[in-house]
T-cell receptor, first 115, second 117 residues
């Protein structure tokens, strides 16, 4: 079975704080992708990043960084120096070759960044 | 073509009525997915097309639900005899097949919010 767990339901921080969103996944497939999507109040899902299962290099994009660790089946997302515009629901998702690449989403983490 | 579009954006209907939603994917994308998102939850997979072929249907998709993708372009999702439990956001996404059978990232439309009274 494939499953994505985002244990943090809601996180509240003050602007400029760093925040890490946790994601743990389960799959028996050896070939898969992991994703993060952002869903702002407007509702549209915005793609942030895709990592494949063969590439465990961490990635940094501006204030965003991702830590992929196969040993712990985790794909955590860190926002550095958070801003109010980062307030949204963030979803981690898994897509496996054996599952026709459909996305299996976690329940999401609601991030509130206060001024 | 700037992205995935869905129509209508909002639909209010009475229980027992039929509704149909449309999704227009990014033009060169050969894969199209439907998801359903209820309040406070992540999107859940409903069904998937590669070109015009419907290759997988979730157990969430009861007999009252049907989806089509004629000619491999736009897709429609119809719900017959709607129930209050069908109230949700219905999301469409499209992607492009890449090497090795894995798909590229899925781009989502704005969704159709269905309210069944």
């Amino acid at each position: 079975a494939q499953k994505v767990t985002q244990a943090q339901t809601e996180i509240s921080v003050v602007e400029k704080e760093d925040v890490t969103l946790d994601c743990v996944y389960e799959t028996r497939d050896t070939t898969y992708y992991l994703f993060w999507y952002k869903q702002p109040p407007s509702g549209e899902l915005v793609f942030l990043i895709r990592r494949n299962s063969f590439d465990e290099q961490n990635e940094i994009s501006g204030r965003y960084s991702w830590n992929f660790q196969k040993s712990t089946s985790s794909f955590n997302f860190t926002i550095t120096a958070s801003q109010v515009v980062d307030s949204a629901v963030y979803f981690c998702a898994l897509s496996a070759l054996g599952g026709y690449n459909k996305l299996i989403f976690g329940a999401g983490t609601r991030l509130a960044v206060h001024p | 073509d700037t992205g995935v579009s869905q129509d209508p954006r909002h639909k209010i209907t009475k229980r027992g009525q039929n509704v149909t939603f449309r999704c227009d994917p990014i033009s060169e994308h050969n894969r199209l997915y439907w998801y359903r998102q209820t309040l406070g939850q992540g999107p859940e997979f409903l069904t998937y097309f590669q070109n015009e072929a419907q290759l997988e249907k979730s157990r969430l998709l009861s007999d009252r639900f049907s989806a089509e993708r004629p000619k491999g372009s736009f897709s429609t999702l119809e719900i017959q005899r709607t129930e209050q439990g069908d109230s949700a956001m219905y999301l469409c996404a499209s992607s492009l097949l890449v090497a090795g059978g894995l798909t590229g990232e899925q781009f989502f439309g704005p969704g159709t919010r269905l309210t069944v009274l």
